[in-house]
């Protein structure tokens, strides 16, 4: 017998005898084959990065679509390489050797997921930041 409050398969309350409303995440649950957080073999890894442009432009604090934005990442990829190759695997010291330190310390921040993620909602942008309030404070 449910417990209180609960649906039985018929998605019926079981305190009430009405048809319950249900939700995505209820209809997700039905039409699962596994359990959560499964991962079959061969599971592909991912990455989340931010654009090199966007993590300038935060550094430097002007436009991401600025010349100064500009200017910075044509250095940084001459220098050292394609956008993947500097966000993912360059020496964070040889980074800052090209460029600045705070864009160093920035793409290593979002290496080791030390961001600010606030996600969007009814409409309106989420945003991400690279360097939170106490990063600002430090200049």
Do not use: W
């Amino acid at each position: 017998m449910p417990t209180k409050g609960t649906k039985n398969n018929n998605n019926l309350c079981s305190v009430f005898r009405k048809k319950v409303t249900t939700g995505v995440m209820h209809r997700v649950d039905m039409l699962a084959d596994r359990e959560e957080g499964f991962k079959p073999k061969n599971f592909p890894t991912f990455k989340c990065l931010i654009p090199l442009a966007e993590i300038i432009s935060e550094a430097i604090e002007v436009g991401v679509n600025s010349k100064a934005v500009q200017r910075e990442y044509m250095k940084l990829v001459s220098a050292l390489g394609n956008e993947m190759k500097i966000l993912q695997d360059e020496n964070i010291e040889k980074i800052k050797s090209v460029s600045s330190s705070k864009i160093g310390d920035g793409i290593e921040r979002v290496r080791k997921g030390n961001i600010s993620i606030n996600p969007g909602y009814d409409g309106e942008y989420g945003t991400i930041k690279v360097f939170g309030s106490d990063q600002k404070k430090k200049r």
